[in-house]
């Protein structure tokens, strides 16, 4: 595609914001990220006009792969109205005229997102990017980069399980509450950006590319479709998503939907209690509507 | 109740940008006389902000620095953000041949290791001797006086006739054999710390691109580290210059090396304690280098500084923190370390109700007895 033609006037940006060299780059970097899958491919990050941790590392990614067909979606924290995902594709809408943009999963090809995989089951047709902070999983044990690199090729990961060991020694639990380290197709492991533990399973066999963003830290890696994806863990101590079972024992529902298989957000209301709502609102938002028709309500 | 939940993350938004916008032009609710900033005058007028601005956003653009930091409203790290984001998007065209710095248009130049050095010393415009005090005088300055004092200046200005090159102190020294000589290494491809990652162990060229470019507090911290004891460098400033340096490119039809122009620099060279050869030669004093675009010295001599303390680093072994490369050079870049600071105040609802399920859980079990 010739990018000249899509430069926009008064605007003196090129389609996608990014010159072609450098989306080429970071296609260049993600072809390799998929094709050792969770290996840190190196890559010059750009600096884009949001700040380092805001998600340019995602939105690079999207940028260099987006194109005039695309369907895009962007969320933070599950919330497509969250002030960092309007943000952020306010921006893609803005240099990258003719696409379109969408808050239904179902419909998109493309999603950005920062700490969430949507609840709706990915397909094939569809690229999931994530932004990521921390792109090692071995930075709490190691800090420095050099060292961790070595450790990486040698799938050196003990010190990781010792610390997961000594959890459990010290709080009878593991505390790694999210960026859970998981193991990809047997070999390297991974910082799977800050999702919580609810969304680690969905790595696993996804249909999906699930790709990673790292733009401080300047790694891209990727969970190619169908892959094994095994969170760290010990026989006789599985791995545990979160409990949104309440003090009975029971499951608790989104307060808006009723939903009970969802990852939940907690809020403190005003009146000092506590309600528990859907963090995906396009899932949210999905299962109200038959829950409308149900009571006779227009949706 | 929180601002993912509500609708209007877009309404917020805009209602930030014109709050902020507001704060900028506010001047104008009670002074019929209030103008907008030019930028002619933050220029001229605020010049090391522009220099600061320049350097830290890694392109030589004064004029955008200038709007830069009048749209950041001042705001250094900000300024230099919007540059360095701006930059992002120009695509690599050509390359310059390692420039010679001793055909610089100096305004500047001093040396702290010789009361006399070749071609003299030229103190030129620096703050180094001011009294620090407060001039009141500039507090309600008349425009007449403003626009009449540069033209005094100039008036007065004996008619000297500067050379078109200065000698380098550094080259006495290793004439004298007291420094090792230049080797080949000097002409090879200069590392691109925009178009390549840092993969450690780095080239010197791309640690000296990172810091050209790096943070000033940043880069003067843990310089400033090693001065204090966490380090040895003891350095003495051979010579520090600041000048117009001429810009050389491949003409794009001869191939012949044209100038295209010329940028402000500022250039430190220090001396420091001497090392014995590796293979048994005489023992030499060590160089540490610092160069940056604009009128930047605290920055230069820190580069310099820590120039040294990371070859030392590479050579012997990190001792302190200055010496480590992965330490000073993945911490000194201020759109990195600003961005991932102010990325704590994004919301973090779901990492925190994973941190709660994980405290809670704890707990739970802690209260279990045994």
């Known amino acids: 595609m010739n990018a000249m033609s899509h430069v926009q006037s008064g605007n003196a940006y090129n389609f996608g914001f990014l010159d072609e060299y450098a989306k080429k780059e970071v296609r260049r970097a993600i072809l390799k990220a998929i094709a050792i899958p969770g290996y840190q491919v190196p890559y010059a990050s750009r600096e884009m006009p949001m700040g380092r941790g805001f998600g340019t590392g995602g939105l690079q990614l999207t940028l260099s792969l987006i194109g005039p067909d695309e369907v895009a979606k962007v969320i933070d924290q599950g919330s497509d109205d969250s002030v960092n995902a309007v943000n952020l594709r306010q921006f ?189 609102s396009d899932w949210c938002d999905a299962q109200l509507l038959p829950a409308k028709r149900l009571q006779g309500e227009p949706a | 109740m929180s601002y993912v939940a509500i609708k209007g993350g877009g309404r917020a938004i805009a209602g930030a940008a014109a709050v902020t916008e507001y704060l900028r032009t506010a001047e104008g609710l009670d002074n019929d006389r209030a103008e907008p900033l030019e930028i002619d005058a933050i220029l001229h007028q605020l010049r090391h902000l522009v220099d600061r601005v320049v350097s830290e956003g890694g392109v030589y653009h004064p004029k955008f620095a200038a709007l830069a930091i009048k749209q950041s409203l001042g705001d250094t790290l900000e300024a230099a953000f919007a540059l360095r984001a701006w930059r992002s998007t120009r695509p690599r065209l050509s390359a310059t041949p390692p420039l010679d710095t001793t055909r610089m248009r100096l305004i500047r130049r001093i040396s702290s290791a010789f009361k006399e050095i070749p071609g003299g010393q030229m103190l030129g415009p620096t703050p180094d001797y001011a009294l620090r005090l407060l001039r009141l005088e500039l507090m309600d300055e008349s425009p007449d006086a403003f626009r009449a004092v540069a033209r005094a200046w100039l008036d007065n200005c004996p008619d000297a006739r500067l050379p078109d090159s200065f000698p380098k102190v550094l080259d006495a020294l290793r004439a004298e054999g007291l420094l090792p000589p230049v080797t080949a290494a000097r002409h090879q491809t200069a590392f691109d710390i925009t178009r390549e990652p840092l993969v450690f162990p780095l080239p010197r060229s791309a640690a000296l691109a990172t810091m050209a470019r790096a943070e000033t507090g940043s880069l003067l911290a843990i310089a400033y580290s ?51 050869e590796e293979n048994g030669g005489k023992p030499m004093f060590t160089i540490g280098y ?41 911490h000194v870049d201020g759109v990195d370390s600003m961005g991932f600071a102010s990325h704590y105040k994004m919301p973090h609802y779901v990492t925190f109700q994973s941190d709660l399920d994980r405290l809670r859980t704890t707990q739970q079990k802690s209260g279990e007895p045994a």
Not at chain 1, 211 to 236: C, M, N, Q, W
Not at chain 1, 249 to 274: I, P, W, Y
């Open chain 1, 92 to 280: 893609i809408e803005m240099t990258c005229p003719g696409i379109s943009t969408t808050t239904k999963t179902a419909e998109c090809t493309l999603i950005q997102s920062r700490h969430r995989i949507p609840e709706q089951p990915l397909t094939s047709m569809q690229i999931i990017v994530l932004q990521v902070p921390y792109p090692d999983p071995l930075v709490v044990v190691e800090p420095s980069e050099d060292k961790r690199k070595t450790m990486h090729s040698e799938a050196d990961y003990s010190r990781l399980l010792v610390k997961l060991y000594e959890d459990i020694v010290k709080f009878d639990e593991i505390t790694i509450s999210h960026r859970y380290p998981t193991r990809i197709n047997g070999h390297y492991v991974i910082d799977p950006s800050p999702i919580p533990r609810w969304d680690v399973p969905k790595l696993n066999d996804s249909a999906a590319v699930i790709l990673f963003g790292a733009g401080r830290e300047k790694k891209i890696y990727a969970v190619p479709p169908h892959t094994k994806a095994e969170p760290l863990a010990f026989s006789d101590v599985p791995f545990q998503v979160e409990d949104f079972r309440d003090e009975k024992g029971r499951r608790r529902a989104c307060a808006r939907c009723g939903c009970t298989d969802a990852f939940l957000d907690e809020f403190v209301a005003d009146s000092g209690g506590k309600t528990w709502q859907c963090s995906d």
């Open chain 2, 290 to 330: 610092g160069a940056c675009f604009g009128h930047n010295e605290v920055k230069a001599i820190s580069m310099a500084i820590l120039d040294r303390a990371l070859q030392k680093g590479m050579q012997d072994g990190a001792a302190n923190p200055s010496e480590d490369p992965e330490f000073v050079l993945l």
């Open chain 2, 226 to 276: 090693n001065m204090r004891g966490y380090g040895d460098v003891h350095p003495t400033v051979a010579e520090l210059r600041v000048g117009y340096l001429p810009v050389l490119l491949p003409h794009p039809v001869t191939g012949e090396l044209t100038e295209a122009g010329e940028v402000l620099i500022t250039e430190c060279e220090v001396v420091a304690m001497y090392e014995a």
